[in-house]
């Protein structure tokens, strides 16, 4: 069975025309041609594609039948050959990128950012993670992803920027809180009243418990992610410092309490950067979408 793209061309032509004079002429060959690439399509297959005996050609069932199987074909031949189109004028064909968990989720809320990308890069494939902590960065250094959205602590700056090339775009605050049964949210408590409540942190993927928040309990969970982490609160399990957007309708609902506690120079607020690898250029495709994503965190 050695039959030809070509070959599969003129049979959809013929079949979408209704005949081989118009296939011909769509296809901009000689009705001799066309006959002849069907006939030989009929014999690599063994079938009988057309009914000739009237006077157009009519497909046989076996005719209907194959007619899907090669459209099919074609299709996917047509998609290759736009992808090899993309990657000739630098459209890669996949773009990787991550976001940090503790952000809230404005890029790809509404699905706008998302379906002007689908139509915008047809051909591209998007894959989006999340992460804790420096999970975001380690992916941009093992070549994971190609940007990440996230928040850094000082320390974690210092061990990828040279490595990294990053704009801080945004800051985002964090605020402490507890389920009121502990009673934090009353004014004037000193920092020991969080010594004897458990207070629950997140941890990132990487088994570090290295995090950008305070620690003021002798007692710590150490958790997965912020969603997690304020889960246990509502349950009361203990306190713990969550960003803003996250907590605000538990605070407006009395699920949770503000703790009302002086922090000292503790850092609730922090800066949302994006970053990409100085080795990696981002493609078409990929700046198209960093650009646009740094708008919604600015």
């Known amino acids: 069975m050695n039959f030809t793209l070509d070959q599969l061309e003129v049979f959809s032509a013929s079949a979408e025309t209704g005949s081989f004079s118009a296939a011909a002429r769509k296809l901009g060959k000689a009705q001799s041609a066309v006959s002849t690439a069907i006939a030989n ?28 199987e090669a459209e099919t074909i074609l299709s996917r031949c047509r998609s290759m050959q736009t992808k090899a189109a993309a990657l000739a004028e630098s459209m890669e064909s996949r773009v990787r990128l991550a976001v940090s968990e503790s952000l809230p989720n404005i890029a790809f809320k509404d699905g706008m950012l998302l379906k002007h990308f689908k139509a915008r890069f047809p051909e591209t494939e998007l894959e989006i993670l999340s992460g804790s902590l420096n999970d975001v960065w380690d992916m941009i250094d093992q070549d994971r992803i190609d940007f990440g959205v996230m928040m850094p602590t000082e320390l974690l700056l210092d061990r990828w920027k040279s490595r990294s090339d990053f704009q801080i775009v945004g800051k985002m605050n964090f605020i402490p809180v507890a389920h009121p049964k502990y009673g934090l949210g009353k004014a004037g408590l000193d920092i020991s009243a969080l010594d004897s409540v458990l207070q629950i942190e997140v941890t990132s993927r990487g088994w570090e418990q290295e995090t950008q928040l305070p620690v003021f309990s002798s007692r710590v969970w150490w958790v997965e992610n912020e969603y997690l982490t304020r889960d246990l609160l509502r349950q009361g399990m203990g306190w713990g410092i969550l960003p803003e957007h996250l907590i605000k309708d538990d605070l407006e609902a009395n699920r949770l309490e503000q703790v009302q506690v002086d922090m000292g120079k503790a850092i609730l607020t922090y800066p949302i950067l994006m970053a990409w690898s100085k080795d990696r250029p981002l493609g078409r495709a ?13």
């Open 286 to 298: 990929g700046d198209w979408l960093f650009s646009v994503m740094k708008k919604y965190y600015s």
């Open 41 to 68: 399509l009929e014999i690599d297959l063994g079938l009988t594609l057309f009914d000739r005996s009237g006077k157009y050609p009519v497909l046989t069932p076996a005719g209907e039948l194959f007619l899907r």
